[in-house]
């Protein structure tokens, strides 16, 4: 009985020796699982965010491609406007040349009445013919003021029309020129972003298959809801870096955690950590 029992002690003592390295080798494999973990979470939000940077890259050269046609488009509705502008400035001027052309008939016409007139009161037969031919020459001696007094007036006019066709011109001229210049830079531009772009187009095509379907259809569709097309944000100063809403502490070490994909509870963007950012380049 004595032997016995002095066998039972050494085993009790053995399983109490071997319980905690049981303990151990758990714990160190449970560490090696987050670790593993964090690790594959951190390279998702990784290419994730890589693939935000050539996206937000392509967003911004077609926004410089796209403003430039624009600036091109106003310029050419501005020489039209002016070109309308300076046509209508011509054909008023004519119209009132014609004008002075018609009042100087008009003059010379009532001068030719006077004459008739002054002729046909030498042969009256009476007082009453004569004031019927003096309030005729009168009349046509009004008409005669009244025309030089218009061509006066008209003549200001002219000159006034003149000189608004020479500053229409002259800015018309100055759109001119604009406009070459800006359909060169056009030109240009689009040739070299249409380059840079299809570059970033196969980046961006070669950076989705690192990321698998069900992340990437998320990503996509968050981008088209986003105003800006950021998908993947970083966290700045305490806030989500897509709506600038505040997150909290508990919330801010979980994403530095990189344990779980973490979404901004107020915009729905895709949260990454400043230590994700600072190591992703494109």
Known sequence: MAKAKSVDTRTTKKQKVEEPEIVTTTSAMDKSAEDTLESVVRKKLASLFTLQLIDTHIDKIRIIRGELPLEVQDLEDEIVGLETRVSKYSQEVSELEMEITQKQNSIKESHELVK??????????NNREYDSLNKEIEYQSLEIQLSEKK??????????????????VAELDERKN??????????DIVEETRKEEEQLRLKSVKQEENIDDRLLSAY???????????????????ACGGCFNKIPPQRQL???????????????????????????SI
Request: net charge positive.
């Open 220 to 238: 996509k569709r968050i981008r088209e809801n986003a105003r800006n097309g950021l998908a993947v944000v970083p966290v700045e100063r305490d």
């Open 116 to 125: 008739k007139y002054e002729a046909q009161q030498m042969n009256v037969r």
């Open 254 to 280: 979980d994403i530095r955690l990189n344990k779980k994909i973490i979404v901004c509870e107020y915009c729905g963007r895709i949260l990454v950590d400043t230590e994700i950012v600072e190591n992703v």
């Open 178 to 187: 604009d406009l070459e210049v800006k359909n060169s830079e056009l030109k």
């Open 151 to 168: 061509i006066k007036e008209v003549t200001v006019a002219i000159e006034n029309k003149k000189q608004m066709v020479e500053t229409a």
